[in-house]
């Protein structure tokens, strides 16, 4: 079982920056493809970001130039860089680990932005 802990979630301003990031604990993170995604009240849950574990990324149309997906494998850790936050990018974060049936979910972090 591996378990990812979500941190770095709060309250920010419109325009501003926050860095999420995921620790999973496991040796063996770095097979895992590493994903972000977000769900706001009422709303389904939706993917942000991801990277492969050999480090593609992808985003979201609604994000793609302001967040940003990495990751440190000698961390164990996978990061999401957001920059210009809107009201809009208010939600619960969640960090997710996939290989192949093995899917982990973190517990989320909640990012408000607003003024």
């Known amino acids: 079982q591996v378990q990812l802990v979500e941190s770095g979630g709060g309250l920010v301003q419109p325009g501003g920056s926050l860095r999420l990031s995921c620790a999973a604990s496991t040796i063996r993170f770095s097979i895992y493809a590493m994903n972000w995604y977000r769900q706001a009240p009422g709303k389904q849950r939706e993917l942000v970001a991801g990277?492969?574990?050999?480090?593609?990324?992808n985003y979201a149309d609604s994000v793609k130039g302001r967040f940003t997906i990495s990751r440190d494998n000698a961390k164990n850790t996978v990061y999401l860089h957001m920059n210009s936050l809107q009201p809009e990018d208010t939600a619960v974060y969640y960090c997710?680990?996939?290989?192949?049936?093995?899917?982990?979910w973190g517990q989320g972090t909640q990012v408000t932005v607003s003024s």
């Open positions: 990277i492969t574990s050999g480090g593609s990324t």
């Open positions: 997710n680990g996939k290989y192949f049936t093995n899917n982990y």
